[in-house]
């Protein structure tokens, strides 16, 4: 499985961005997805941003995003989108896009995360 994430950049407090991850050599539909974060000088959070099973339940968040980032997927590119609006200079970090093989318990936890893909920079600055 190999991840491909893409769409970071420099934005403005209040700005929005779209990250993408594309999936390849598996159908993204039968899987868990899910966004994690590393802001500079920290650890990854062990807890995602958003994660989804596209045939299990809802996306779930964390509260910090809740509101302002949304999880999606389009089958036909395997991809795996993050619309981000209202970023915040917390917002600031690496995105990574991870998959979980197994059945979703409707968590979203880095440990039980299978595979990376590497990060995207995201900057929130004015």
């Known amino acids: 499985v190999q991840l491909q994430a893409s769409g970071g950049g420099l934005v403005q407090p209040g700005g929005s961005l779209r990250l993408s991850c594309a999936l390849s050599?598996?159908?993204?539909?039968?899987?868990?997805i899910g966004w994690f974060r590393q802001a500079p000088g920290k650890e990854r959070e062990g807890e995602g941003v958003?994660?989804?099973?596209?045939?299990?339940?809802?996306?779930v968040y964390a509260d910090s995003v809740k509101g302002r980032f949304t999880i999606s997927l389009d089958n036909a590119k395997n991809t795996v989108y993050l619309q981000m609006d209202n970023l915040k200079p917390e917002d600031t970090a690496v995105y990574y896009c991870a998959v979980d093989l197994g059945i979703w318990d409707e968590t979203c936890l880095s440990e039980h995360m299978d595979y990376w893909g590497e990060g995207t920079l995201v900057t929130v600055s004015s």
């Open positions: 050599k598996f159908p993204i539909d039968d899987y868990v």
């Open positions: 958003s994660c989804m099973n596209n045939n299990v339940g809802s996306p």
